[in-house]
């Protein structure tokens, strides 16, 4: 008999195990279990007729499997036996899958995710004719048998055309005689400029999100632009407001390739994130065209080919033909600035969150912040700090949860000082099935409001309103299904709990007048400055405003969840042929980066096209 207790490996978002968690009696051990699971599956798949009955001895009635591009050239999530029959009998066959084994020196191992969750999970490799794949399965015991709960499959690297990195890096040189050497900065120059050439992709904005991309695909051996409207690589990050810190941990959002080091804060402020985004361009030789804006795009359909313009510092015109566009502006779009009756008339200044810097010039005056996401509370919590008098104007509700015990228990063993390396997290993480997530979110984010309760019955006590998530998932659902309605707290939350930031709640506001806002319900609030944190809308707004109705009336929605889970239209087809949508936080761009630059090396090599 095995305390599961005593064997916990934390894979995501774990959380303490009550000491009434049952006991699973086995007389083996992961591996033997793992093992034996695997050989059953490799039996009936490996080879040209793969018998997909399989499915039903080896999953559960309420197993899961997710696929990314391993077999089919998109992002899929299945529930159920008969579905996930269907997707391997359509996509299996012809695709060479062979050679399924535990990953070595991954060993299986058992895991406590919830006390209502526990399983058996193990990393394995696997290979089809088109490259190499990692997959992690995770089996639960129902009767006398270990079923699948999830099964995830995933390409990494195309045979052939494996990535530049490990044992297959450049060797940096060519020793021994080399009549007309060019060194490695004129070699440079040239890849930067284009002259002489196309980039096969162009990608718009020198954010994480395109210089992720741009390092996967420069070790793909495919030319890349990146064009950037700022002076300066990072400046996306340094023109924010003034003492904007991510509130994700350094574990989570490392960078492709280059984690930070070791040294770096836990929280990083924007500057030294914008920094660094300028020294990880250099060290990953990324192409980068700063000050050069997207200016117009048309695409041939016969040629498969783009006719995109952007305007470089000189104010001169340059033309390119790229294969691929990309659009890595961020999940959101546009800003969404709501216009309001009366304001005109307002003698304050009125700006949206995108435009404001710093409270400094407001102390001892009067600051209303509409809206109560991360955004919002951190502009209120600055406002506090410069002096002056800020009441922050609620709409509807939002999840709140402290930075110190929320991250704690989300990213416990997983995304920590001790976590796995972040390769195998981001597998742990991604390969859950996002619908399963929400079931798993219900059970931590109760964990983290009792963690939390002093203060969320403060916030409660000071007129503030809470949500838990439309089912009680929390921060990750709301993230995935909506982009906001959260915060996660440094702090203003014990600031607006005191009664030192104000809250006015649940009343629309109406029109403005010279003073202030005035609200449907008669009051209002004098101001000297209204800061709208009202958030950004779809991506596909930035997409019609830069490449025009023609290319946005084809794409498809862009975030939120899909029939199936999977987050729509990101880092995969947009609805427009070779475009694309890249964005997200830092670390799903760090996963999905890869992602996408294996869709588009595949329809370079001609393995498939959208």
């Known amino acids: 008999m095995v305390d599961v207790q005593s064997q916990v490996t934390n894979p995501f978002e774990a959380i303490n195990i009550a000491p009434q968690s049952p006991q699973v009696d086995l007389n083996v051990t992961p591996r033997d279990i793992a093992q034996k699971w695997l050989h059953k599956l490799s039996h009936a798949l490996e080879g040209e007729n793969p018998n997909v009955n399989i499915v039903d001895q080896l999953w559960s009635d309420k197993g899961w499997m997710r696929d990314l591009l391993a077999f089919s050239w998109d992002f899929r999530t299945l529930k159920g036996k008969e579905k996930i029959k269907e997707y391997l009998a359509k996509n299996l066959p012809g695709k060479g899958l062979r050679d399924l084994a535990i990953e070595s020196g991954k060993e299986p191992a058992f895991v406590a995710a919830t006390p209502e969750h526990q399983w058996i999970q193990s990393f394995f490799t696997f290979e089809t004719t088109v490259g190499q794949g990692r997959g992690l399965f995770r089996l639960i015991k129902e009767g006398d048998s270990w079923r699948a709960l999830t099964f995830y499959t995933g390409l990494e690297e195309l045979e052939g055309h494996e990535e530049k990195a490990g044992a297959n890096r450049e060797q940096g040189t060519a020793h021994g005689e080399n009549i007309g050497r060019r060194s490695w900065l004129d070699r440079r120059e040239e890849e930067y400029k284009f002259e002489n050439s196309d980039p096969t992709v162009v990608i718009i904005g020198a954010g994480h999100s395109g210089l992720n991309l741009a390092a996967r695909l420069g070790q793909l051996n495919v030319p890349t632009l990146i064009v950037e409207k700022n002076d300066r690589i990072g400046d996306n990050w340094r023109l924010r407001y003034k003492f904007l810190v991510l509130h994700d941990p350094v574990w ?166 001790n976590g796995p390396p972040t390769e195998d997290a981001d597998i742990m993480f991604s390969s859950t099935p996002n619908p399963l997530h929400a079931d798993l979110h219900q059970h931590v984010t109760r964990r983290i409001a009792d963690l939390d309760k002093d203060l969320l019955d403060g916030l409660q006590k000071a007129g503030f309103k809470l949500d838990f998530g439309d089912d009680g998932s929390g921060f990750l659902m709301k993230y995935f299904r909506r982009g906001g309605g959260y915060y996660l707290d440094v702090g203003a939350s014990n600031l607006i709990a005191e009664g030192k930031i104000k809250v006015k709640q649940g009343v629309e506001i109406e029109r403005f007048d010279e003073k202030g806002i005035i609200f449907k319900d008669g009051s209002r609030l004098d101001a000297d400055i209204v800061v709208l944190a009202t958030g950004y809308q779809n991506m596909r707004t930035t997409a019609r405003r830069l490449l025009g109705d023609k290319v946005a009336d084809r794409c498809n929605e862009v975030w939120g969840m899909d029939e199936e889970g999977e987050l729509k239209t990101m880092w995969r087809s947009s609805g427009h042929p070779r475009f694309y949508f890249m964005g997200g936080n830092l670390a799903l761009c760090r996963f999905f980066s890869k992602r996408l630059a294996l869709q588009i090396k595949a329809q370079e090599e001609g393995l498939y096209e959208q």
Not at 348 to 364: I, N
């Open 252 to 417: 989570y959002d490392h960078l492709s390739y280059l984690p930070f080091p070791k040294t770096w804060p836990v929280f990083t402020p924007k500057d030294k994130l914008g920094d660094w985004f300028e020294s990880y361009a250099k060290a990953m030789e990324l192409n980068v065209w700063t000050q050069t804006p997207f200016q117009s795009a048309e695409y041939d359909e016969a040629s498969k080919t783009w006719t995109c313009t952007v305007k470089r510092p000189d104010g001169s015109i340059r033309t390119l033909k790229p294969k691929h566009v990309v659009l890595a502006t961020g999940h959101s779009g546009e800003a969404n600035i709501p216009k309001f009756p009366g304001q005109e008339k307002f003698k304050g200044r009125l700006v949206h969150s995108s435009q404001h810097t710093t409270g400094k010039d407001f102390t001892g005056k009067k600051a209303v912040v509409v809206g109560c996401c991360n955004s919002g509370h951190d502009i209120a919590h600055d406002f506090y700090e410069q002096g002056a008098d800020v009441t922050i104007v609620q709409r509807s509700s939002t999840y709140v949860m402290t930075s110190k015990n929320g991250l704690a228990e989300l990213f416990r063993g997983l995304y920590d000082e």
